[in-house]
């Protein structure tokens, strides 16, 4: 059942990132519709960014996550947007919520 | 290219432009890759959780290739779930790789025929955005070249990972701030993507919706989010005709 399970996943998996590129080739699409999923980017990252926190939203307390992690996470943005360099962004990140849960 | 990438172009240095695609993809990928690692961890735990062996663990994430359905995949194989709702699920989960393929697909435009059809297996949430946030990788040969050393690097790391949750998974802490990571890596590529009040509100839009959804199960809240972020580009794009 596993192996079945993992390979017809897998199979899945693959139909879905093959299907715009290979299957049906995306030029073939209107240009409004490619503008739109040109867009995808931004709705990707912000929910996944998004989803990654949800966890540790607090409910009905005055700050929206522990402070620590709020610190953290707005710290690592300011990075990620002044420096653009990805590689620093991660360690600012790692290393702020480290020093910040250590402190608090 | 869009304007996000030649942000991120900006970022990376005009001499970026010159350099090397296998040590462009290896200075881009390895944080990247470091920065999943813990994910691959949790599979490789999850995968000892329902008996798998080693090396059908490794299959399993070479096969899949994406943390979050292969993780889901492993959830509900432990809880007894059925075929079809493992595989309802993965469906759900993967569905995003449709729309990163469709915007990735111009890179995928002149490649080998070979090419066209393997290289895709390497889409991720993070390849997708290294390379459509560089502005630099239109010529085919050294897309190829960028996108099999950011696909080897990032094979490599990920299937290390699981199998330390294998083999090494009873001894490890629990949480750690390196949890942070993945969060941190989606922050760092999001940003120069912001430029734009249109791209702000697109972003705006799907992480209000996605941490609203994030109680639905199966990584729902996560594709909600998306197609809402899709539905206001769309709004946009309409009014603007």
Redo the contacts between chains.
Sequence with gaps: ??????????????L???????VV???K?PP?V??????????????????????D?SRGNDLLLPAP?LA??VL??LV??R?????L??????GS??LL?SVF | MTATATAVESGSGSAAVLRSPYRLAARDILPVALSVAPFGVVIGLAARAVDQGLAGGLLGGFAIYGGSAHLSSLTLLGAGANLTAILATVVVIQARLMVYGAAIAPLFQQQPQWFRWLGPHFLVDQTYALATGRADLAEPSRFRRYWLTVAALLTVVWLAAITVGMVFGPVLPASSPLDFAATAVFIGLLAPRLASSRSALIASTAGIVAVAGSHLPSGTGLIAGVAAGLAVATVMEVRTR
């Design positions: 059942m596993t192996a079945v399970v993992l390979t017809l996943s897998g199979a899945v998996s693959w879905f990132r093959v299907a715009f590129i290979t080739p995306v030029h699409l409004g490619r503008r739109v999923l040109e867009a995808s980017a931004p709705a990707v990252l912000a929910a996944m960014v998004a989803t990654s926190l949800a966890p939203v992690l953290a996470t690592t943005g990620a947007w420096t653009q360099r990805l590689g962004t991660v360690v600012v990140g790692i919520l480290w849960q």
